[in-house]
């Protein structure tokens, strides 16, 4: 099965910087990775898949990048909304796997 | 507007079954893979399985932590997606969520709030 390990677990930013999390397979996926926030007591939401397609009504402060093994989601300035946990779920085989999550915490 | 709305769960002893269901509404069921997705409480996501269309004889996949106790099934006529669960461990207590890809074998996009099953005596 292939394994998705994001870094770091948490973290904390104030309103205005700018994040970067990053999520490594264990092998090569090529593209077939998405990224998601959720919020306390909420279900998930899509922000992006294919690495680095925007989903429909997410704002453009979210992008992704990478390829491969190695991919990264960036929040250009963080707002209050932003904070959440964040994961990142690959879809090349089965069984899909998601990473253990990242934490974006107020300073 | 795509709505996934999950029921069936709640509290079952160890060794136990509970069959959850998600109806739908707000887009063509019968095209799209369907998945389940569960979170422990305080832990991170876990993808349980996904069940294919028709188009694709409705084949099935499951982690490993629940094959062969779970089964995932889908009822086109109802626009539903059913969960069984068998011999449930304490380790399956979890909020289980019914999820949707729009997009073929690709990330589930749209999700259901979740159902509560809690597996402890």
């Known amino acids: 099965d292939i394994q998705l390990t994001q870094s770091p677990s948490s973290l904390s930013a104030s309103v205005g910087d700018r994040v970067t999390i990053t999520c490594r397979a264990s092998?090569?996926?090529?593209?077939?990775l998405a990224w998601f926030q959720q919020k306390p007591g909420r279900a998930p939401k899509s922000l992006i898949y294919a690495a680095s397609s925007l989903q429909n009504g997410v704002p453009s402060k979210f992008s992704g990048s990478g390829s491969g093994t190695d991919f990264t989601l960036t929040i250009s300035s963080l707002q209050p909304e932003d904070f959440a946990t964040y994961y990142c779920?690959?879809?090349?085989?089965?069984?899909?796997?998601f990473g253990g999550g990242t934490e974006v915490e107020l300073k | 507007e795509v709505q996934l709305v999950e029921s069936g769960g709640g509290l079952v002893q160890p060794g136990g079954s509970l069959r959850l269901s998600c109806a739908t509404s707000?887009?063509?069921?019968?095209?799209?893979?369907m998945d389940w997705v569960r979170q422990a409480p305080g832990k991170g996501l876990e993808w349980v399985g996904r069940i294919a269309p028709r188009s694709n004889s409705y084949t099935t996949f499951y982690s490993a932590s629940v094959r062969g106790r779970f089964t995932i099934s889908r009822d086109d006529s109802q626009n539903s997606l059913f969960l069984q669960m068998n011999s449930l461990e304490t380790e399956d207590t979890a909020v289980y969520y019914c999820a949707m890809s729009p997009r073929g074998r690709g990330p589930c996009e749209h999700w259901g709030q979740g159902t509560l099953v809690t597996v402890s005596s």
């Open positions: 779920q690959h879809y090349t085989d089965y069984p899909f796997t």
């Open positions: 707000g887009f063509t069921f019968n095209d799209h893979f």
């Open positions: 092998q090569g996926i090529g593209y077939a």
